[in-house]
Structures are given as C-alpha cells and as structure tokens.
C-alpha cells in the first residue's frame, strides 16, 4: 500500500502528463468504489454530490466535519490519490484556508479544491494568496496537491469583456504562490479554452460537462485536468426519479436495466471490509 506521501507525489505527476487527467467526480464510498473500478487513477470528491447525500444544498452548508467526514471515509475506501472539493475552504481567511488543508490530510486525502469567492463574489486576490500559501504551509510533510479554483467567469462584479483577463491573472498569481494546477470551470467555448491554455502558466483543469468539448478535444488544446463536479452525482438522482416515475405511473421497470448488479457492488464493498 504505497503512503499517503507516495500517492500526493503520484497525483502531481499525473498533472504532467503524457495523458489528460480525468476526474469522474465522487460523493460517497459506493461512488468512489465504482469510479475507481472502472479504471480512474485517482478519485476527486464533488462538494456539490457530498453535500446532496447528507442531505444539504451546495454553497458549504454542509458543515465542514461531515464534509471531512466524507472525504475520510472515501480515502479509505479506494487505493488510488484521493482529491477533496471542499469549496472555499470553510472561511475567507488564511486561518480557515489553513484548518481545512489540515483536515483533509488528516483525513487521508492528497489534493484540495480551494476557491476564490465567497457570496458570490471574488475574494482579494491578496487574500486568495494568502490562502494558498497557508493551506500548503498547513499540509506539513503531505505534499499537498492544490487546485486553485477562480470564478472569474461567473462572480458578481466583473464585467464580461473583464472575465478573461481576470481570471488569467487569478491563475498565474495563484500558480506563482504556490498551487499546483488553476482550475476555471464553467467555460465550455474552445477558443476561450484553448486561449486559457496559452496564457495560464501551469496544469489548467476545466470543468465538463454535456455540451463541452470532448475529451480528445481537449488534450490537443493542452487542458492537463477535466472534472465534471457534481454532474454524475445529479445524472444519478435523474435516474432515480425516472425509475421511480416509471414504476409509479407505468407500473415498468425499464431505467432499472442499466444497473450495476447487485452481486458486483457486494464484492466491491465487500473487499473494503475483509
């Protein structure tokens, strides 16, 4: 079983390459099981997807022990590096920021998702850095793997001929103190992509969705990172309410056939208990 060390070092390096990291977001032990199944060589949590299985709405109200509580449980279900969404860090200080990372290594994971605004609107960008640098001083010896998320494109208060050239800035600065990767998600156009790609300085992670790019689209423009957050989390929900719409108005079972058997999903968290 390689160490906690091994696997954050193992998670940097799949940052460089040769091929495109992607993240199959998970939000619970069952999920994580099955992504990690299927092949993906490392499992990043949705903030989102753990937050609708404990029966929160997105936005950090789910209180930060039950996300971290989440995130311990996933880490030590699956082999592979485990990557924690844990949104804005739980506070807009560097002490908050600091108090997270911590937690999320104590809780067996190696990467973190850390945000840039709060309410709504972009943080200082002074502060953001702040942030970063405390969170990565907070991981000690846990070689900690930070993506840096900026909501440039979609916060309150920047102009959209404004959105790019702030969000450029937020990466390069974030890269330049400390993060390992600049995450902009919610950008599906591939020119805009692919000019992210050219003048970020470092692994751009972009987040996919229906109507992105594909994948191999993608890795040509040089995009290091794809997550899809909480959209195989809320894929699954749409299933269970069309199986659940179906078995109560038609009386059918039609959107149960593409499940994973019941006999696999024993094994697979049957081997987490042997």
């Excluded at 160490?3 to 799949?14: C, E, G, I, M, P």
């Excluded at 749409?238 to 024993?266: I, N, W």
Aim: charged letters at 20%; one cysteine or more; aromatic letters at 4%.
């Amino acid at each position: 079983m390689p160490s906690q060390r091994d696997k954050a070092a193992a998670f940097r390096q799949l940052h460089s390459g040769p091929r495109l990291l992607v993240l199959p977001n998970a939000w619970d032990v069952a999920s994580a099981s099955v992504i990690a199944a299927a092949g993906a060589p490392a499992v990043a949590t949705s903030s989102a997807g753990v937050a609708f299985a404990l029966g929160f709405p997105d936005g950090e109200r789910i209180p930060r022990d039950d996300m971290i509580g989440m995130v311990r449980r996933i880490a030590a279900a699956v082999d592979v590096p485990v990557s924690a969404d844990v949104e804005a860090g739980y506070g807009a200080t560097a002490d908050a920021a600091a108090r997270t990372a911590r937690a999320v290594v104590e809780a067996g994971a190696v990467g973190i998702n850390l945000e840039d605004t709060v309410g709504g609107e972009l943080l200082p960008l002074e502060r953001q850095l702040e942030r970063i640098q405390a969170a990565r001083a907070a991981a000690g010896a846990v070689p900690l793997v930070i993506n840096a998320r900026t909501d440039a494109f979609v916060a309150r208060g920047v102009a959209p001929d404004a959105r790019f050239t702030e969000a450029v800035r937020r990466a390069n600065a974030s890269l330049a103190a400390g993060a390992d990767c600049a995450f902009v998600p919610f950008v599906t156009d591939i020119a805009v992509i692919g000019r992210l790609v050219r003048e970020i300085r470092g692994p751009v992670n972009v987040l996919a969705k229906p109507g992105s790019p594909a994948l191999h689209e993608l890795e040509k423009l040089g995009v290091r990172r794809v997550s899809v957050g909480s959209a195989i989390a809320l894929a699954a929900y749409g299933l269970a309410r069309r199986a659940a719409a179906e078995l109560l108005r038609g009386g059918t079972y039609d959107a149960m056939t593409d499940a994973v058997p019941y006999a696999e999903m024993q094994e697979l968290l049957g081997a987490l208990r042997r």
